[in-house]
């Protein structure tokens, strides 16, 4: 017997003291966007790769190696993107998998939005998750770690 699918919708908005073209570029560039999107302390990446147009593809391979007493389980990303408006808008479907399963399916929308000399960011993902899911909540945070980390990469120099 199969759990049921949790399905849900959950926006994160965030200003970014830079012009949107510096945010767009921050998803347009492979080595940008692996940077602030894959790389991180405890994760090791396997596999990055970006196609940023209509139609293109995004794959991510990476596994956690965070605690030493878990095995590190291996996860995926698979993104298609439908729309994209150059320093205004991304669409993308993606899903996740882990230990080579299928967890989640989602939507998911980027708005940027001209703030004075800065740039309001509003994602809004709508998610299906199967069985062995991390859920709508550890989705959220784990999106609102990645738009910090966007915040960093896009920082203006000191």
């Known amino acids: 017997m199969t759990s049921p699918v949790t399905h849900d919708s959950f926006s994160i908005e965030r200003i970014y003291p830079v012009p949107p073209a510096r945010v767009f570029a921050a998803f347009a560039s492979v080595e940008t966007k692996r940077r602030w999107f894959a790389e991180g302390e ?13 139609g293109g593809i ?33 669409v993308l479907a993606y899903s996740m998998t882990m230990n080579d399963q299928r967890i989640s399916a989602s939507l998911a ?16 993902e ?9 859920g709508p909540e550890m989705r959220k945070q784990g999106w609102t770690v990645l738009l ?3 915040a960093v990469e896009v920082a203006p120099p000191n």
């Open 42 to 54: 405890g994760w090791e990446v396997e596999e990055f790769t970006l196609d940023f147009r209509v």
């Open 58 to 90: 995004e794959r991510a391979r990476f596994r956690f190696r965070g605690n030493e007493h878990v095995p590190p389980a291996p996860m995926g990303n698979d993104t298609v993107y439908f729309d994209i408006v150059p320093e205004r808008r991304i």
């Open 109 to 124: 929308t980027f708005e940027l939005v001209p703030e004075g000399a800065g740039t309001r960011l509003l994602f809004t």
């Open 126 to 134: 709508q998610a299906a998750f199967l069985e062995g899911a991390d």
């Open 148 to 150: 910090e980390r966007l």
